[in-house]
């Protein structure tokens, strides 16, 4: 769905097609703003079931990834660019 669709099925006295669709609509502009603000901070979703995300950063000169999965209470962990989840090394 484009977000000119989605925008105009937002609008005040807006039926879509009841509260069932109507929820739907709300939920996927909500999720749609939320990977947005992802993206606009460079933020990767690795893993969405996991909560597993990767963040980019230059350590000691070299770009890598900081690497964070949701029950980890802090970022502890970074990757190198091509390494992924098996390269995790503690900051």
Known sequence: MSDQRLRSLMEPGCEAGG???NTWVRQVTDVRG???EFQGR??????????????????????????????EEHIEFWHDLD???AGRERL
């Not at 933020?43 to 999965?69: M, N, Q, S, T």
């Open 83 to 85: 390494s992924g989840y």
């Open 34 to 36: 939320v990977l947005a």
């Open 42 to 71: 460079e933020l990767l979703i690795k893993d969405i079931d996991r909560g597993l995300v990767d963040f980019p950063a230059i350590i000691g000169g070299k770009e890598v990834f900081l690497c964070w999965e949701k029950d």
């Open 19 to 21: 509260d069932l669709v």
